[in-house]
């Protein structure tokens, strides 16, 4: 299609790939950071020229540059959202600047006669608070943000979404807006500055963790998720949706051990011994991020995707194929010694 489009977050690991992904389809495309000095990086990570690609300053919680930014856009890919690798202290340094920012942009957008918003929200506002056990999530769910062992992040996606279509369903004046909610993503990196996704899969390559918890979630692979949000942009008739985007539920064990079939002597390190509950239980004792996933041990929260395959035609690659590239570019970058 063509035309100019706003992708917040620029720097981001999702957002990334949706940029190329835009520029490579003939896309104008603007794009925020909250440190300019990041461009050359950035550009170099992309692979290519790209006069069409165009940089900002601006940052969730402050005004300035997001007129700027929004000048001439047609449509917006809000991806940019905070996240820590650390549990952060206080749960408002996540919902603040993921809910206010997307209210901020969404303001930006209207005024500048943005025709489309596509919002990254994530399956963590569709899945928690629902208690144990094994279930099958859709687009029609919502995670409960009172209910038990929800995490700051999932409630910071929750709130930001729901804050969303409610400025939409009041103020939107006929912008259209969807949401695009992935599992975990996967795939190759660009560098050391990747998700905290990816950690999963660098402490196993690196033989970090002595072995595999009781944990699982679905895996997505980037390439596919920036797809969709290309697709989002422009399909006619899906204004107010969901999407989810995620591929089949997987277990930390059935990740390392993809990893030992697909990468051979590169994963020698990679552990595929169960680690016992009560051993992760005693870890929380002394490590916050342990202490947010004990909660999650032998729950299957799976999601079905096929509302996105079906109604925008898209597709996924092999779950092998994902997490094969994504280790093998831990590697081919030196984030993990070969």
């Known amino acids: 299609m063509g035309g100019t489009v706003l992708v917040t977050g620029g720097s981001g690991y999702i957002a990334g790939y949706i940029i190329r992904a835009l520029l490579d389809e003939g896309w104008t495309v603007n794009t925020t950071v909250r440190d300019l000095a990041r461009e050359a990086q950035l550009r170099a990570q992309l692979g290519g020229s790209y006069a069409t690609l165009r940089f900002f300053k601006a940052d969730l919680m402050d005004d300035k540059g997001w007129r700027a930014a929004m000048d001439g856009c047609s449509h917006v890919c809000h991806v940019a959202s905070p996240i820590t690798v650390q549990a952060p ?46 279930r099958r999530f859709t687009e029609a769910d919502w995670t409960d943000t009172d209910g038990p062992g929800v995490h700051a992040y999932a409630k910071s996606k929750t709130l930001a979404e729901r804050a969303a279509r409610e400025w939409i369903a009041r103020e939107g004046r006929g912008m259209e807006f969807v949401s695009i909610n992935p599992s975990v ?25 002595p072995g595999c918890a009781d944990l699982g979630f679905g895996v997505v692979d980037v390439r596919d998720v920036a797809a969709l949000h290309v697709r989002a942009l422009t399909e ?19 990740i390392a051990r993809i990893l030992r079939q697909q990468l ?39 999601t079905d995707a096929g509302h996105a395959l079906s109604r925008l035609g ?21 984030v993990v010694a070969a």
């Open 185 to 209: 993503v996967l795939g190759p990196v660009w560098g050391e500055d990747y998700s905290t996704s990816i950690e999963l899969v660098r402490q196993l390559l690196a033989g970090a963790v």
């Open 314 to 334: 898209w597709a996924t690659r092999p779950v092998e194929q994902t997490i094969a590239d994504c280790a093998q570019s831990l590697i081919e970058t030196r």
């Open 89 to 134: 202290r206080q749960e408002d340094e996540l919902i603040l600047p993921a809910r206010e920012g997307a209210l901020r942009a969404l303001r930006f957008a209207r005024a500048a006669g943005v025709e489309r918003f596509v919002q990254t929200s994530s399956v963590a506002a569709i899945v928690y608070g629902h208690g144990k056990g094994i």
């Open 264 to 302: 051979g002597q590169q994963a020698r390190r990679v552990p595929l011994r169960h680690v016992p509950d009560w051993m992760v239980h005693a870890l929380a004792l002394v490590n916050p991020m342990v202490r947010q996933v004990t909660g999650e041990l032998g729950n299957v929260r799976d």
């Open 236 to 254: 006619p008739g899906i204004d107010g949706e969901r999407f989810i985007a995620s591929g089949p539920f997987l277990k930390m064990i059935d």
